[in-house]
């Protein structure tokens, strides 16, 4: 290094005393200004059912690809991680890159929607979702994209509707193997996690319950997190994208009581989908039988979801044009976030030009 | 400030290191849903001993409220479905307010 490049003591005591002052003045700011408003591309509600939501986004530019995309969300988080402001909202990349987007999104299931399960996701909503995307594209075939347990969701649709009108999937971060899942694993030990109990008690799962789980995943997160707000809350950009990420990855749904314990006894305990044993409403489930195009994007870095998770959705797909890209980032920063528009969204972009026509 | 950040992310990687560990043992998740399932009995115990205060004061219970949000429920969906039943014979008599786009878009030329 030499002299010119070594930092002076006094500028650097300047920008320091400079960023102490703006945290206080901007901390103070912080803690009296609402949260974000997110979630914002004009959109219509297309059809609604329950805990379900289909939308469906303005078009953004006059000529778009022949074939719609459906974004699957999670049924743990909600939707708008794909729309968080513009500029950083992968919806309007979609729109602006001639896309007729749709997506399908979860409310919190109401108490009497307890009795809802896995068959109820696959085999009514995603198709009642896909037949709407249809009608009100007057298109025969669409691009389904699903997002973590979305992505679950939607390789069970493709897997039971062989012949459907699916022309191309791509699931991000996407778990098929849920003894890959270590942390997750021993929270829903089958040895002591009574649950039948929990869902006769409460009903549906309680958001706290998910939240405390993921927490779990990683201790020192969130009082890292806190420290690290507290280092940059003179940076405008920093506070606004930690902000926007806090109140997405707070702001988790509840479970429908039957759904969960489905998913805990043939996901978590039974492995059911890696195992091969796999079934929906008594229809066996065969991942070889999904014959479309196919993605899936991992992050380097998930958490949530390891790669051991993960890994084995490929193989385990029977399209012939199928691909894993594995970008650096982390569950939510693969998706959302400066990560997601320099690596992700290019490359989604890039793989479904040529299929959209 | 340097020190401190490095002192954080060194801090959070061993807190994180230690704190899975410590969750992904046996011992730990016995505890911990140990614990959930005092929590589920206790919860229990209020929900029968607040349906036992809300029958003796002439109050419909939890149960019964779900039943009639359940009824709501189907009302609603019903609703729903004249609703769209209705819409989509709107939709054949009038025409579209704002011009679709054209779907006809291609790839743009690859770069050489």
Redesign the interface.
């Known amino acids: 290094m030499s002299a010119s490049d070594t930092p002076n003591p006094l500028d650097q005591a300047r920008v ?1 005393f400079e960023r102490a002052m703006q945290r206080n003045i901007k901390g103070l700011d912080y803690f009296t200004s609402p949260a974000p408003t997110l979630g914002i591309s004009p959109k219509d509600l297309i059809l ?3 805990t379900l939501r289909l939308y469906h986004y303005r ?1 953004l ?6 074939v719609p995309i459906m974004l699957v969300m999670a049924t743990t988080n909600r939707g708008y991680i794909f729309d968080m402001v513009p500029g950083q909202s992968f919806v309007e990349f979609l729109l602006k890159a ?1 896309y ?1 987007v749709y997506m399908v999104d979860w409310e919190p299931p ?4 307890k009795h809802l399960g896995l068959e109820d996701y696959v085999l009514d909503f995603l198709p009642a979702c896909v037949d709407k995307v249809l009608e009100t ?1 007057g ?1 025969p075939d669409l691009s389904v994209i699903g997002y973590c347990f979305g992505g679950v969701l939607s390789v069970l649709w493709a897997a039971l509707h062989p012949d459907g009108p699916m022309k191309n999937l791509v699931t991000f971060t996407t778990p098929v193997n849920f003894k890959g899942m ?2 997750f694993q ?2 829903s ?1 089958q ?4 649950v039948d ?2 869902v006769a ?3 549906n799962c309680p958001p706290e ?1 998910l939240y405390s789980a993921f927490d ?6 969130r ?2 997190g806190n ?2 707000l507290w ?1 940059n809350m003179w940076n405008d950009e920093f506070v606004k994208a930690y902000r926007m990420i806090d109140r997405w990855s707070s702001d988790m749904l509840p479970l429908a009581g039957r759904y969960f314990e489905q998913t805990t006894k043939r996901l978590m305990w039974e492995n059911a989908i890696y195992e091969g044993t796999m079934d929906v409403a008594g229809r066996p489930v065969d991942l070889g039988k999904i014959t479309a195009p196919f993605l899936h994007v991992v992050a380097e870095h998930d958490h949530i979801v390891p790669y051991e998770a993960s890994k084995p959705l490929v193989p385990m797909v029977g399209s012939t044009d199928k691909q894993e890209v594995i970008l650096k980032g982390g569950h939510v920063s693969l998706v959302a976030g400066a990560n997601a528009i320099r690596r992700l969204w290019p490359q989604i972009d890039q793989w479904l ?2 299929r959209s ?1 | ?1 340097a020190f ?2 490095e002192m ?2 060194q ?6 290191d ?3 560990k410590m ?4 011992e ?3 505890v ?3 614990t ?2 005092v929590g ?1 009995k206790a ?2 115990a209020a ?1 029968d001993a607040m349906a036992k205060a809300l029958s003796a004061a002439n109050m419909p219970s939890k149960a019964e409220v ?2 009639l ?2 009824r709501l ?1 189907h009302i609603e ?1 019903q609703l ?1 479905r004249i609703e769209s039943l209705l819409s989509a014979q709107g939709s054949t008599q009038t025409a579209p307010q704002t011009p ?9 030329p690859k770069a050489k």
């Open positions: 320091e609604s059912k329950g078009a530019v006059d000529e778009i690809y022949r001639g007729d109401r108490a009497e929607e594209s298109e270590p942390l021993a929270w030990d040895r002591f996690f009574d109990k929990l008690t409460f009903g319950m779990m995943l990683r201790p020192g997160g009082f890292a420290l690290r280092d030009q040529e026509l | 400030m401190f950040r954080v992310n801090w959070e990687k061993m807190a994180n230690v704190g899975t969750a992904g043992s046996s730990f998740s016995q911990m849903q140990g959930t399932a589920l919860q229990q929900h779900e039943a949000a359940e429920f969906a729903g679709k786009p054209k779907r006809t878009k291609t790839p743009p």
